[in-house]
Each structure stands twice: as structure tokens, then as C-alpha cells.
């Protein structure tokens, strides 16, 4: 048996320790924001946070995690940072099939908890690896310079 904190919930699972995040999440408690892309961490489709940092679930076994926290895009609640990233996409609507969202977004909040005012390059590196089959690279960055109210130019 192991014990994970979800979402901030202490959730028990009858699994393999082996078994990657991504699967517990999806198929076993049913949480299916984040995505399977790749499963071999190359797309970031899944990205969760685990204690704040964005990590690519498909890769990470959960016999791996012990007691860190992971939230996923289903756990933000109240959190002001994570409501200023989703207001920038609101106003920008970087989504087209929406599959890589979850991913870019959990990527976005996580930057912006270490650095409230990112670089441009700062948000390049926050998101490199982050891949968007619909090409929206350009909206989503336009989307996180209006959650930190940035001027620079794209
Ligand atoms: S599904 Fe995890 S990195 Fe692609
Ligand atoms: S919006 Fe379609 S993959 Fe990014």
C-alpha cells in the first residue's frame, strides 16, 4: 500500500511502486487534467507539481514521491498566482485543441511561484520542453506577460 498526498488529501493505493504518476492520477483516482502524450517525458503534456516544482508524471514512479505534495491542474483552489495565469488565458485564449493546456499552465504557475516577474527568456526556459502540436507557443507566452503585467515586447 502506499499513500500519496493529492491534492492535499492523503489518498491510499493498492499499487505497484513502480507504477508511473501519470497512471495513478488518470486511470486509478480519476484526476484527468493532466495529459498522456509521450509517456516517456519528452511532450510535458502531463506536468503535475510536486512540492511546487513541475515534474513530468509519466516518468515519475510513485514509490519515488514519499510524502511531497502533488497538486494537480484539478487542485489549484484559491491560489492567487494560479488565478492570474488562468486570467491571462482567458484574455489571450492561447488554446486550440487544448491537449498541452494543463501541462503549459502547471509550468506557468510553478515559474511564477519562484519569480513573480519572469524574464522572456526566463519563460522560455520555465517552458522549454513543453510541446504544442497546434503551434501556440507565441499566445501562451503573450498569455503569462499579462499575468505579470509585462510590456516587453514578443
Ligand atoms: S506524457 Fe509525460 S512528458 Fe509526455
Ligand atoms: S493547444 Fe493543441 S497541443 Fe497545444
Redesign the pocket.
Known sequence: MITLNINNKMVNLDVSEDMPL?WVLRDIIGLTGA?????????????VHLDGKPV????LPVGNIGEKSIITIEGLGNDPIAQKILDGWVEKQPTQCGYCQP?QIMAAIALLHENEKPSKEEINIALSGH?CRCGMYQRIRSAIKVAIGSTEDE
Do not use: D
Not at 39 to 46: D, F, K
Open positions: 501519470l495529459k498522456y502524450g509521450c509517456g516517456t517525458g519528452e511532450c510535458a503534456a502531463c506536468t513530468r508524471s509519466c516518468i501541462g510541446i
